[in-house]
C-alpha cells in the first residue's frame, strides 16, 4: 500500500496569505510531482522532481514554488495567494526509471481562496 | 506536446451493463498508456498500463484497455459493471518521463 501523505486535507484562506501544502512519501521514491486539478478538468503537471535538489516546472505555469531538500518531502509553496489559486492540489511519488512510471498519489489538498 | 481526451465526462450503467470509455492521445510515436481510478474518498490508483507487447491489457477488478496504434486509442472496457465500480477513471500517457492526464470520466452505476 502506497504511503504518500498530504496536509492539510482542506484548507481556507484570504487573499495575499502565504501557504505551504505539504507532501511526504515514506516509500524512497526519487521521483515526486505535484499535479492541480479544477473539476471536470485534467490533471495539470505543475512541478516535478526527480531527486534531492532537483525541480523542474510542469505544462501548466504556475505561480508556486516547490523544493526538495530531502528525498521524502516535497512542499509547495504559494507566497501570496489569490482566488485563482483556488482548485485541488494533487501530490505524487514513483520509482526512478522512465518506463515505471506507476505513480502513488496523495489523499489531495482542498484549497479555497477567499 | 502530448495530450489526451477523454470523450465522456459522466457516464451512467445499470449494474451489469457493459462499459467502454474513450481514450485518445495526440502523439503518434511510442507511448506508454495508463489508466488511473479515484473511487470516492480515495488516494488515485492504478487500474492497468500498456508498455509493450500485447495490445490488449488486463488490469485489476476485470478492466481490460485495447491500444489500438492507428486510431490513437486506449479505450477502457468492463463486460459487466457494478455497483462498486462507481468512481472517476483518468486516462494518461507517459511524455518524458511524466505523466500527461486527461480530463477525466465520471462513472455512476446504478444498482
Known amino acids: 500500500e502506497a504511503d504518500i501523505y498530504q496536509t492539510p486535507r482542506y484548507l481556507v484562506i484570504g487573499t495575499g496569505k502565504k501557504i505551504t501544502l505539504e507532501c511526504s512519501q515514506t516509500?524512497?521514491?526519487?521521483?515526486m510531482y505535484w499535479y492541480q486539478q479544477d473539476p471536470g478538468m485534467e490533471l495539470h503537471l505543475i512541478h516535478y522532481s526527480y531527486g534531492v535538489n532537483s525541480t523542474e516546472k510542469g505544462d501548466l505555469s504556475s505561480e508556486s514554488t516547490v523544493s526538495r531538500i530531502r528525498t521524502e518531502h516535497f512542499p509547495l509553496t504559494l507566497e501570496s495567494a489569490r482566488p485563482s489559486h483556488t482548485s485541488q492540489y494533487l501530490c505524487a511519488s514513483s520509482e526512478a526509471g522512465q518506463l515505471n512510471e506507476k505513480l502513488f498519489f496523495g489523499s489531495g489538498t482542498q484549497l479555497s481562496v477567499l | 506536446a502530448q495530450s489526451v481526451s477523454q470523450h465522456n465526462h459522466h457516464v451512467i450503467l445499470s449494474e451489469a451493463a457493459s462499459l467502454e470509455l474513450g481514450c485518445n492521445y495526440s502523439?503518434?510515436?511510442?507511448?506508454?498508456l495508463f489508466w488511473y481510478v479515484q473511487y470516492p474518498g480515495q488516494h488515485l490508483q492504478l487500474l492497468l498500463k500498456?508498455?509493450?507487447?500485447?495490445?490488449l491489457v488486463k488490469g485489476i477488478k476485470g478492466f481490460e484497455a485495447e491500444f489500438i496504434k492507428s486510431k490513437f486509442s486506449f479505450n477502457l472496457r468492463k463486460p459487466s459493471v457494478q455497483w462498486s465500480d462507481t468512481a472517476e477513471y483518468f486516462c494518461a500517457v507517459n511524455q518524458g518521463g511524466k505523466l500527461i492526464f486527461g480530463q477525466g470520466t465520471e462513472l455512476s452505476v446504478k444498482p
Open positions: 500498456y508498455f509493450s507487447g500485447d495490445p
Open positions: 516509500m524512497g521514491h526519487d521521483k
Open positions: 502523439y503518434g510515436g511510442t507511448v506508454n
